[in-house]
């Protein structure tokens, strides 16, 4: 097993559109890269803590592949729109790729090279942040599965 951390606007989306990918075992929504241990949505939503929302997915590396998961993660958020997603705005709805290893790193720089050099986006720039994987705090239980519980399909 290995894990993968993204961060792509609202994390119950994300949590969503990740858990449909075979060989997805897991998806965990939460909060990471900030300064605040142990947050709570509410902190969080006050752009104050410097976390983002942001989902810890565990997959089987035999089933699907790292850089699989870099393109749903590209495919499922707007990566040029800097700490907005939607109608959600604010720095802890930022793009961010969070590294767990040098190969994850790597995989994900020359992914983002190589749609910029594409010009997937319309040739605007991408801002996705690719940073080391930092403590990673579980968010509250009514956020996990979200749209499970709610029986709702998707944000849109």
Known sequence: ???????AGCFWGVEAEFRKIKGVLDATVGYTGGATPNPTYKQVGTGRTGHAEAVRVEYDPGQVSYEALLEAFWNMHDPTTLNRQGP????????????HTPEQRQAALASKERLEAEGRFGGRP???EIV?????YRAEEYHQRYFE???IASCH
Do not use: H
Request: aromatic share 16%; net charge neutral.
């Open 88 to 99: 959600d705005v604010g720095a802890q709805y930022r793009s961010a790729i969070l590294f």
């Open 149 to 151: 519980k709610q029986g």
């Open 132 to 136: 080391p994987a930092a403590e990673f």
């Open 1 to 7: 097993m290995a894990y993968a951390t993204f961060a």
């Open 126 to 128: 991408i801002v996705t």
